[in-house]
T-cell receptor
Framework: RKEVEQDPGPFNVPEGATVAFNCTYSNSASQSFFWYRQDCRKEPKLLMSVYSSGNEDGRFTAQLNRASQYISLLIRDSKLSDSATYLCVVNRNTGNQFYFGTGTSLTVIP | GAVVSQHPSWVICKSGTSVKIECRSLDFQATTMFWYRQFPKQSLMLMATSNEGSKATYEQGVEKDKFLINHASLTLSTLTVTSAHPEDSSFYIC???????????FGQGTRLTVV
């Protein structure tokens, strides 16, 4: 079973829409969680960390449900510049591995 | 944010030769470094994790004798693809983090083409 499962999409949404991505992880020893963004042929860049209490950064909201072992990302008022692949990441406490989900492709349409 | 420099950004080599890729943390000491491989339209697949003071831990299915990882110092890790074959052509990317429960910073990646 994969460490991290993520719906690959693609998600094609109009500007201004709200879109949500979910991600599940298999190992309860996973300690910390992140959302990264990757543009085509570029390296991933951190979008936000995910805290147990949930956290918000402008139009982006991340949530963690440890009991169900899933992570979510909500993007409100989508912009054209939000078009990218969004990757969820889990960091295992034991071994300190940093595993990526398959990524969800988002295209925001004018 | 912290800077990770990866070199070279692209390389073309002949089948059977070896290629070395360098990854440097420029402004921080990396207690852990990671190497990933990414094929077109796929996600990053973790190849190995290298923690400070210990040898790299390879993921299942990754040949450690083919992909040699050396975490020479807290600021430098190298990946050597030995006896490269066309199926090794891929985007290789390194990342580094300063400790547990912290984010990882990524190098720019190396696009390897084996002909």
């Amino acid at each position: 079973r994969k460490e991290v499962e993520q719906d690959p999409g693609p998600f094609n949404v109009p500007e201004g829409a709200t879109v949500a991505f979910n991600c599940t992880y298999s190992n309860s020893a996973s300690q910390s969680f992140f959302w990264y963004r990757q543009d085509c042929r570029k390296e991933p860049k951190l979008l936000m960390s995910v805290y147990s209490s949930g956290n918000e950064d402008g139009r982006f909201t991340a949530q963690l449900n440890r009991a169900s072992q899933y992570i979510s990302l909500l993007i409100r008022d989508s912009k054209l510049s939000d078009s990218a692949t969004y990757l969820c990441v889990v960091n295992r406490n034991t071994g300190n591995q940093f595993y990526f989900g398959t990524g969800t492709s988002l295209t925001v349409i004018p | 944010g912290a800077v990770v420099s990866q070199h070279p950004s692209w390389v073309i080599c002949k089948s059977g030769t070896s290629v070395k890729i360098e990854c440097r943390s420029l402004d921080f000491q990396a207690t852990t470094m990671f190497w990933y491989r990414q094929f077109p339209k796929q996600s990053l697949m973790l190849m190995a994790t290298s923690n400070e003071g210990s040898k790299a831990t390879y993921e299942q299915g990754v040949e450690k004798d083919k992909f040699l990882i050396n975490h020479a110092s807290l600021t430098l890790s190298t990946l050597t693809v030995t006896s490269a074959h066309p199926e090794d052509s891929s985007f290789y990317i390194c990342s580094a983090k300063t400790g547990r429960n912290t984010e990882a910073f990524f190098g720019q990646g190396t696009r390897l083409t084996v002909v």
